[in-house]
């Protein structure tokens, strides 16, 4: 297999296995095996970040869900190599950069938070550079003391959950500043100037904001001014759980009736009931899914934190062994909701149809040679780049990490528009074959069928 892994190998899963970069990417998530198998470890994939800096991998392209790859070392595919192929047009949907997480954890949090090193900027002004200019005010979040709603279980925190984090944005100005080298430097595709056929959009979480502004730094250094974020309205968002559907939850509860489903509860029976019982983390929100013990482990990890240990005794603590099982578990849920179960196509039409129905538009518009964007960039969540990669028909679907990245590349040559589309940096491997370089049309045909007809009458 060509492309930017090719060459060496690292990352040894006991004495056996040797995984590229690439392969960190697609481990047999399809068997509950592998969730209690303790030799796979991390299957070669990272977990771990300072409180700052952009993150390396090592080597650069592993999968690392603090910091995931992102197009850097870019190789051209040998159709584009030797030939006259043109970049035409790039949609990036990415997740945001590492942060702090959603969970905290019920028995309380034995290490303090801190995010006085990172401003979260928010502020309006005139639609006009002219004329009153605000003061940058920015959230610094603090606890009162004497808050009574403060005693009992909290963390010592300059934090909210989640937000970005110091890292995070570093991460993310590096991510920009890759993606120049890239689609401006390298492919000529992305202006030297923000112009009209540059368009960017976010959920409606300051999450993928904050993002969006370190990002965009990185791609236009030098730019002064501002420049518009589309949002749609929240209760209609097409991304990050906008709208209401009823078929969302009744799916999720197929899902979560099948035998599959029921034996990883199972395999990691023990697992949970030892978390539990440590962390104060009985409850069904924290023990019907591996959802929760992911976030809290991943957020302390990635930002330069160590695992958590009981609030009472601090020789009781969570292991790496312990955080790589719960890591695997979260993985085999990701690829069961959107690859392995027998209800995914329903669930991931009723989740993010009509935003794959948006992305096909575009597609549709570059083949119909009408379409007025050039670079697109969607800065969203995990919960939209999982049904996207389900809908290309991933191999096999780790947890998006932190800034996971969806390039749809459309070239032309000799009159033909041509798709490529890469996944962190690395061609898709998909049940499709690798969409390496692939007509555009074939591209339109995977994604259509996740496209609803009629979503008012799926959502019910
Ligand atoms: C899991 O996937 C692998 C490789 O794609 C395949 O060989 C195997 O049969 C699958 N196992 C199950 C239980 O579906
Ligand atoms: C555990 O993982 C190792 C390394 O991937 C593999 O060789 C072994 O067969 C696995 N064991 C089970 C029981 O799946
Ligand atoms: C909260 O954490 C900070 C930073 O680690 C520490 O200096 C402070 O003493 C802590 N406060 C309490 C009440 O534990
Ligand atoms: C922590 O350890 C103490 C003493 O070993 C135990 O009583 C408690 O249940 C544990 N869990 C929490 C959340 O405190
Ligand atoms: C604290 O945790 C350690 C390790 O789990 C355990 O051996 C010890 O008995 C615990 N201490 C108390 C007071 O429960």
């Given at each position: 297999m060509r492309g930017p892994t090719s060459g060496a190998l690292f990352g040894y899963i006991g004495s056996v296995m040797a995984l590229s970069p690439l392969d960190t990417f697609y481990p047999p998530l399809n068997e509950t095996s592998y969730i209690a198998?303790?030799?796979?470890?991390?299957?070669?994939?990272l977990y771990q970040a300072g409180t700052h800096g952009p993150t390396g991998g090592k080597p650069y392209g592993?999968?690392?869900?603090?910091s995931m790859p992102h197009p850097r070392e870019y190789q051209l595919p040998d159709q584009a190599a030797h030939?006259?192929?043109?970049?035409?047009?790039l949609i990036y949907l990415q997740r945001h950069q590492r942060r702090t997480p959603y969970n905290i954890l019920p028995g309380g949090e034995d290490q303090a938070y801190e995010c006085d090193g990172v401003r979260p900027y928010l502020y309006g002004g005139p639609n006009s550079d002219h004329g009153m200019q605000p003061v940058p005010v920015y959230a610094q979040t603090y606890e009162d003391p004497n808050d009574p709603f403060k005693t009992g279980v909290s963390v010592n925190s300059t934090c909210q959950y989640p937000q970005i984090t110091i890292g995070g944005v570093e991460d993310g100005y590096q991510h920009g500043k890759d993606l120049r080298n890239v689609y401006q430097k390298m492919l000529g595709l992305i202006p030297e100037r923000p112009n009209q056929r540059v368009w960017f959009r976010s959920s409606e979480s300051p999450l993928t904001q904050a993002s969006a502004g370190a990002v965009l730094r990185g791609i236009w250094p030098d730019y002064q001014g501002a420049l518009p974020l589309h949002q749609m309205v929240s209760s209609v968002d097409t991304v990050n759980a906008g709208y209401s559907c009823n078929a969302i939850s009744s799916t999720l509860n197929e899902i979560k009736s099948t035998a599959q489903w029921t034996e990883h509860m199972k395999v990691t029976e023990e697992l949970r009931s030892r978390l539990a019982l440590m962390l104060g983390a009985g409850t069904s929100s924290w023990q019907t899914t591996f959802d929760h013990f992911c976030d809290n482990f991943q957020a302390r990890l990635c930002n330069g934190y160590r695992l958590p240990c009981n609030i009472s005794n601090s020789s009781d603590c969570v292991t790496m062994e312990m955080a790589e099982e719960a890591f695997r578990a979260g993985d085999w849920e990701w690829n069961y909701y959107w690859r392995a179960n027998e209800y995914a196509t329903k669930y991931i039409q009723a989740v993010e149809g009509l935003f794959i129905g948006e992305i096909v538009s575009d597609l549709k518009a570059a083949l119909d040679g009408t379409s007025s964007i050039d670079y697109s960039h969607i800065f969203i969540h995990d919960g939209d780049i999982g049904p996207m990669l389900g809908a290309l028909g991933i191999n096999a679907l780790r947890?998006?990490?932190?800034?996971?990245n969806i390039a749809f590349e459309v070239w032309e040559k000799e009159g033909s528009k041509f798709a490529r589309v890469l996944y962190s940096g690395h061609p898709v491997q998909t049940i499709h074959g690798s969409l390496d370089w692939l007509p555009l049309s074939q591209l339109i045909n995977i994604l259509s069928p996740y496209v609803p007809e009629d979503i008012a009458a799926l959502c019910g």
């Open positions: 198998n303790t030799s796979v470890g991390t299957y070669g994939g592993s999968y690392d869900y603090c030939g006259k192929a043109k970049l035409t047009k947890w998006p990490g932190m800034a996971s």
